[in-house]
């Protein structure tokens, strides 16, 4: 059931026109993005506590910019100490890396750190048809066999999955059609003012 307050979101957000085939609407605005990181860090340390045995891994190529993003959180604003964050590129491990016309480029994995009998966070700013998170779950296991994996989410797009994969921690749940794509603007990044996600009608 769609809210009230979600339909005066989506009718009162503003609406840029890209070209004349795609424009783009405000999902969530700065203020927004922050309200729910902190929701999540908030989350992660009730179920974590002192992440003496969690390690959080940010998922090439996006999700590690929100990973980073939660350890400066979590380190600066609520003190947890020692934070473990690595980063894992998934490039060769995806179902459909050789069906693309392109080459695929890979990304850097960084895990300074053992795996083994660890509690995993694995971080990605988009959940859509999950094959991402498979593939990350099979290419884990080349560091060790995890007590645990959590997946933690910015946005999950409901009703877009191909695998029965779902976020233990998500910040927002949206109803995207096919031809629709959730892209999150982080303005260390994407050369952007503010943190911002947008909503891309293609």
Same mark, same amino acid.
């Given at each position: 059931?769609?809210? &009230?307050?979600?339909?005066?979101?989506?009718?009162?957000? *503003?609406?840029?026109?890209?070209?004349?085939?795609?424009?783009?609407?405000?999902?969530?605005?700065?203020?927004? %993005?922050? !309200?729910?990181? @902190?929701?999540?860090?908030?989350?992660?340390?009730?179920?974590?506590? =002192?992440?003496?045995? &969690?390690?959080?891994?940010?998922?090439?190529?996006?999700? %590690?910019?929100?990973?980073?993003?939660?350890?400066?959180?979590? &380190?600066?604003? /609520?003190?947890?100490?020692?934070?473990?964050?690595? @980063?894992?590129?998934?490039?060769?491990?995806?179902? =459909?890396?050789?069906?693309?016309?392109?080459?695929?480029?890979?990304?850097?994995?960084?895990?300074?750190?053992?795996?083994?009998?660890?509690?995993?966070?694995?971080? =990605?700013?988009?959940? /859509?048809?999950?094959?991402?998170?498979?593939?990350?779950?099979?290419?884990?296991?080349?560091?060790?066999? *995890?007590?645990?994996?959590?997946?933690?989410?910015?946005?999950?797009?409901?009703?877009?999955? @191909?695998? *029965?994969?779902?976020?233990? /921690?998500?910040?927002?749940? %949206?109803?995207?059609?096919?031809?629709?794509?959730?892209?999150?603007?982080?303005?260390?990044?994407? @050369?952007?003012?503010? =943190?911002?996600? /947008?909503? !891309?009608?293609?």
């Amino acid at each position: 059931m769609v809210s &009230t307050s979600n339909i005066l979101h989506y009718l009162c957000s *503003p609406t840029y026109v890209l070209d004349n085939n795609m424009s783009q609407k405000v999902l969530l605005n700065e203020k927004e %993005v922050n !309200i729910i990181l @902190h929701r999540l860090a908030c989350q992660l340390i009730e179920k974590h506590n =002192d992440f003496s045995n &969690t390690v959080l891994i940010g998922l090439q190529p996006r999700g %590690v910019f929100l990973a980073d993003r939660l350890a400066k959180i979590l &380190t600066d604003d /609520y003190k947890v100490k020692n934070i473990e964050l690595g @980063h894992l590129d998934i490039t060769f491990f995806r179902d =459909d890396f050789r069906r693309g016309e392109k080459p695929l480029e890979a990304n850097s994995t960084k895990i300074n750190f053992l795996v083994e009998d660890k509690n995993i966070v694995f971080i =990605d700013d988009v959940l /859509y048809t999950g094959r991402s998170i498979r593939a990350a779950l099979t290419a884990i296991q080349s560091f060790g066999r *995890p007590n645990e994996i959590e997946l933690l989410t910015l946005i999950d797009r409901r009703f877009s999955r @191909h695998l *029965p994969i779902q976020p233990d /921690y998500r910040g927002r749940q %949206v109803d995207v059609i096919n031809n629709e794509k959730v892209k999150v603007n982080w303005k260390e990044h994407d @050369h952007s003012d503010e =943190d911002v996600v /947008y909503l !891309i009608e293609q």
